[in-house]
DNA sequence: CGAAACTGTGTACAGCATACACTATTCATT
DNA sequence: AATGAATAGTGTATGCTGTACACAGTTTCG
């Protein structure tokens, strides 16, 4: 959900530039053709194609361009991510990059799941649930504000490559304690991940920024101004008496959320959401264990 | 976060096509020409200029435009957007479109503010702040699920206008009897708001299948696959014992997320979480109301 | 009346993904 | 070793994109 910034045009349904021989000018992509889309797809980020006897040796790997996309996407953003500017990247002129992936859709698939990682492993023992779920979310707030171009890419649920799955398997691990059945574990997994990507949505906008070369106090400021037009209409009451209400209102320069009184840092934010879902949580499996 | 599909290039950081004067090559945009930026797309969201006196009137009012933008991205999705096609639909030339926002990036400002609309007003008298954020949940997951490409676009926290407000307000009001301090209303606000927009992503990308006229079973099937990767593969143990613990495993079929046993609804899994969550801010709430 | 301010048009352009034709390379088969 | 097929990377061209700029027509103020 919600605001942006800097994009570059990805992942048409159709695509987007050169010509379709069987291109109907208004159909909106038939059924079988994006469900064979979304195979070849997922096809392309398990499968490693087996290297051809024939012909010369590849200069590359498939990983080299991979790396090269993440490191343009993380110095300049995901707008930045074109194929001349991999190409260049990688001492390449822009076509060579189609005798690695067929098209910008499969490398940018590739580039994200590479990009996400595998989630920290854990040093000592099973803490417990609780730390061990807290452990997660936090590292993968992290992982999405270090990259925050991940998180422009829009959700498509398919394709999902190895590490996003590593991510899932790390959430099931520390839930291991739990008891919970598959299925309540398989919900507990989404609720988690549902809270941390909302979540952390604010401090990835932020890290955007400042990746951008933004201060924190400019970005606040920003932010802020837009949810203290609040203040002047009467369409408001509610926000506007809260923004109102305490130490003399909100200045321009307040942090986001914004907050009166002991301001909270958006970090501080995080975490108090977390217990209050961790909360529920612990009401669902104690309330379980008894049955 | 998330899966992704179809998109179409938006709000480049630096302006996309055309020429620039001051453009230095490599500069990640100065802080303050991208503050001035956020300040000025703020200003458009908010302001309406005065009409000027002299020249001939215009033809369309920018609301009109912003309607054909949004009818544009629900027929054909986030990618069709262009400036050509609005101005088609509103039968102009594109350069026209000019004349009523300064730049494409502004005419999606507002057509994003314009498509989230407001959220449905309560009918009847207060029923509860459990009750009232459940409804305010549930309205906000259709709204994103009715427009899906409102969910394409990367969060940069600014700007945020008037409808964008006014969902803010709702949840306000529906919390409103909780008797919580501004602080942690602001915080029970960010909560409730990231689970359920992470919560909603999935659904928001099965709506964006769907009106792409892709049918539920090919989009599930899509979506299972990747997931039932993890069986083959001893990386991912625990996931593999769930997808295979009950009823002969996941077909690849099944519906996401995936489930064994009974099989629960993405509606229904939605639902299990936003108890969760809720059931963590009203244990809250009780431990806060004798203090 | 005429100048100023505006509206919508036409044309131009740089940047994008990518189709296609080409040369150079390297192995498998003879 | 010689030959031919498959491959790697290059060069060029195309349609689409957002948008700068110059223009013609319209309206209103001085």
């Known amino acids: 959900m919600t605001g942006r910034t800097g994009l570059g045009d990805m992942r048409s349904p159709a695509t987007k530039g050169g010509r379709r021989r069987e291109d109907h000018p208004q ?11 979304l195979q070849k797809r997922s096809e392309l980020l398990w499968e490693a194609p087996p290297r051809p006897s024939r012909g010369s040796k590849p200069t590359m790997s498939r990983e080299d361009i991979v790396q090269a996309a993440i490191s343009v996407a993380d110095q300049s953003g995901l707008a ?3 194929m001349a500017a991999v190409a260049e990247r990688v001492g390449f002129t822009t076509m060579a990059l189609y005798r690695y992936f067929p098209n910008k859709e499969a ?10 990682g595998t989630p920290p492993p854990r040093s000592g023992p099973h803490k417990g649930w609780r730390q061990e779920v807290q452990g997660w979310a ?3 707030r992290a992982m999405l504000c270090a990259r ?3 998180a422009e890419l829009p959700f498509v649920a398919a394709p999902h490559g190895p590490n996003w799955l590593s991510w899932h398997e790390a959430l099931l691990e520390a839930l291991a304690d739990t008891g919970l059945s598959p299925e309540d574990l398989m919900d507990m997994l989404s609720v988690v991940h549902a809270y941390v990507s909302g979540a952390s949505d604010t401090a990835i906008s932020l890290a955007r920024a400042r990746s951008r070369g ?4 400019l970005w606040a400021q920003a932010v802020g101004r837009d949810l203290c037009r609040a203040i002047h209409h009467s369409r408001y009451p509610r926000l506007s008496a809260i923004l109102t209400s305490q130490s003399g209102g909100i200045s321009d320069a307040s942090p986001l959320p914004v907050r009166a009184g002991r301001p909270r840092t958006m970090e501080e934010g995080f975490a108090f959401g977390l217990e209050r879902v961790l909360d529920g949580i612990a009401l669902y499996i104690d309330s379980n264990e008894g049955a």
């Open 27 to 37: 159909a909106p992509a038939s059924p079988e053709s994006t469900a064979l889309d």
């Open 107 to 116: 490398l940018i698939d590739a580039s994200v799941d590479a990009a996400m």
């Open 138 to 140: 936090y590292a993968k």
């Open 214 to 217: 933004m201060s924190d106090e």
């Open 80 to 82: 930045a991510l074109t």
């Open 148 to 150: 925050p171009w991940l």
